[in-house]
């Protein structure tokens, strides 16, 4: 079976790439346009290889009512409603296209979470070169549906969602149309404790749907980020701020411009560590071999004498012969004077065939 891969703006997504980091802008605008341009700039200096919106307004993605079933409980934003709550989080439609332009013009991809068809439809306008679909979205197939006919590649997180919920997700995707789809590893707790990730599910995931598979992470710093890529997660996404005291709905679990910078430099790390099956002397090792363990005489012999277990001895460096070959080499005759300190070579050996 082929490596699975899709491209995202002419970047090629899989296992045989560096891992793709996507800088979550979400809420972190706090209503200002200009920290949303500035969220950009500082994502295409720390390294990531794409940007992400979110698109919607309160009303495409709830109701405004403070009926109990619509009052969030628990958590970051307890007490609030979800129209309140998104009333303040939501990108303005009006800032979608200058963010676009900024971001082409620094040079990072941008894209975002579509969260109904008329987000969509926005996008579109803009040439979104792809689409991601939230957590929450991840069982409005629909949806689903609608974005895979734009012929984009999809992603596609998959938190909360069990395993005939992913099949289901992405049986939309294929029936809609997408030929490039992924999906993403997801805890949607907001932050999420590291033990919660259960990051072998990844392999799993990779096995079982044959998908490009990523993670999107919500813990609090890099470490389950950075393990992930070890288990194959080719995509990382990550919230992302200017400062994660900045009183956002979003910035207390987001990364900071420093944080972001060592997740774009640690991850491509871990992947280069992971490298291929090899068990050769590596190029950094070649200059260290003489350093090894080696057969050396520790007494003078002239030639004829039999060779002992007081005249040699297994020491560093290793121009000699290896240690394995000691209980051979005892008992032997050497066919010319040696002298200690000098290594036990197999031409100085009478009849020597290891």
């Known amino acids: 079976m082929s490596e699975p891969k899709i491209a995202i703006a002419g970047r090629e997504i899989s296992r045989n790439q560096p891992p793709y980091i996507i800088a979550e802008l979400s809420a972190n605008h706090n209503g200002k346009l200009e920290t949303a341009l500035r969220i950009i700039d500082e994502a295409a200096k720390a390294g990531a290889d794409a940007v992400k919106l979110q ?34 989080a939501h990108m303005p439609w009006e800032w979608h296209k200058p963010l676009f332009e900024h971001a082409r013009k620094v040079g990072i991809p941008i894209f975002s979470s579509p969260f109904d068809t008329t ?68 805890v949607s707790g907001y932050p999420a404790p590291a033990e919660d990730y259960n990051l072998r599910t990844i392999g799993d995931m990779i096995e079982r749907f044959g998908l490009v598979t990523g993670l999107s992470d919500h813990t609090l710093d890099n470490t389950t980020a950075i393990a992930s890529v070890v288990l194959g997660a080719s995509i990382i996404e990550k919230h992302f701020t200017l400062d994660r005291n900045g009183g956002g709905p979003d910035d207390s679990f987001s990364l900071e411009p420093e944080d972001l910078a060592n997740l774009c430099r640690d991850s491509k790390t871990a992947w280069k560590a992971l490298g291929k099956v090899d068990y050769g002397r590596k190029s950094s090792e070649q200059g260290n071999a003489q350093f090894r363990r080696s057969l050396y005489f520790v007494e003078d012999m002239d030639a004829g004498a039999v060779i002992t277990a007081e005249s040699v001895r297994s020491v560093r460096p290793g ?32 009849g020597w065939t290891p």
């Open 55 to 88: 698109t919607y307004r309160p009303d495409t993605i709830t109701l405004d009512s403070d009926a109990e079933d619509f009052r969030i409980k628990g958590g970051l934003w307890d007490g609030r409603t979800l129209y309140e709550l998104y009333e303040e």
């Open 319 to 350: 121009f000699g012969l290896a240690p394995k070959f000691m209980d051979e080499v005892i008992g032997k005759v050497v066919n010319q004077d040696v002298r200690k300190n000098t290594p036990v070579r197999a031409e100085v050996i009478r």
């Open 119 to 186: 987000a969509v439809d926005l996008l579109e306008d803009l040439n979104a070169p792809a689409y991601k679909i939230a957590s929450f979205e991840a069982v409005d197939l629909p949806l689903i549906r609608y974005v895979a006919a734009t012929g984009k590649p999809m992603i596609i997180s998959t938190g909360m969602a069990d395993a005939e919920e992913i099949e289901e997700a992405i049986a939309a995707a294929r029936e809609g149309g997408c030929k490039e789809l992924a999906i993403l590893h997801c």
